[in-house]
């Protein structure tokens, strides 16, 4: 009998000869998604501070899901508040991307980019001074924050802006946080989250 033909380098042979990562992996992974469950908890307080939410949006509770490979790497998800429909999306995304950042990320589309898309426009000072970025994509479900997807507001003008937001049929807002911030990721998630839960209520 031949001998397999598919081999493993050195690297390849530590890592599948050694349980310890994987085991140290899914740890890490139920370590965020406590810290998700965190994140939930305190949009809620913020969200009784606030006028209400669209019926329909708060009817729909909080949702955490994970998967293995966007592009390659694990993630995992919360979706607060959320509603989605085959045309009308309403979600502020909170995003854990393994090797890349924690994201939060306003995402509208039909019924509710109509309704607020103006809020939007006019806070557009405030999300340049916190750093928020536009979506470029005709992708609405791409997360990454490469140059084909996302741009910095602050080197986009308003009538930049306002002429996507035409052209398009969704509204992605977004903005991130390396990991290596790790020990600060509440308290700068809870300031970014206000910042949108503020423009669109308020």
């Known amino acids: 009998m031949d001998e397999a033909k598919i081999r493993l380098s050195p690297k390849e042979m530590d890592l599948v000869t050694n349980a310890e990562w994987i085991l140290t ?8 998604a406590e810290l998700l469950g965190q994140f939930q908890s305190q949009y809620s307080q913020i969200l009784e501070t606030l006028p209400e939410l669209p019926e329909e949006v708060r009817g729909t509770g909080p949702k955490i ?10 993630y995992l998800v919360l979706d607060y508040p959320r509603r989605f429909d085959q045309q009308d999306v309403f979600a ?3 995003l854990f991307w ?13 019924k509710y980019k ?6 939007i426009i006019s806070s557009l ?7 928020f970025f536009l979506c470029i994509n005709e992708d609405q479900w791409q997360h990454h ?8 507001l602050h080197i986009l003008n308003d009538e930049a802006v306002q002429k996507h937001l035409e ?27 206000r910042t949108i839960m503020e423009l669109l209520l308020n």
């Open 25 to 32: 992996k899914n740890s890490i992974l139920q370590k965020i």
């Open 65 to 74: 899901s994970k998967g293995e490979n966007f592009r390659g790497l694990p």
């Open 92 to 94: 502020v995304r909170t």
């Open 98 to 110: 393994w090797g890349n950042f924690f994201s939060i990320t306003l995402h509208l589309s039909g």
């Open 114 to 119: 109509k309704a607020f898309e103006g809020k």
């Open 125 to 131: 000072p405030l999300l340049r001074q916190k750093d």
């Open 145 to 152: 924050f490469e140059k084909d997807n996302y741009l910095p």
């Open 167 to 193: 052209e398009r049929s969704f509204v992605k807002i977004a903005s991130r946080l390396s990991l290596e911030e790790w020990d600060k990721s509440l308290s700068c998630m809870l300031v970014h989250f």
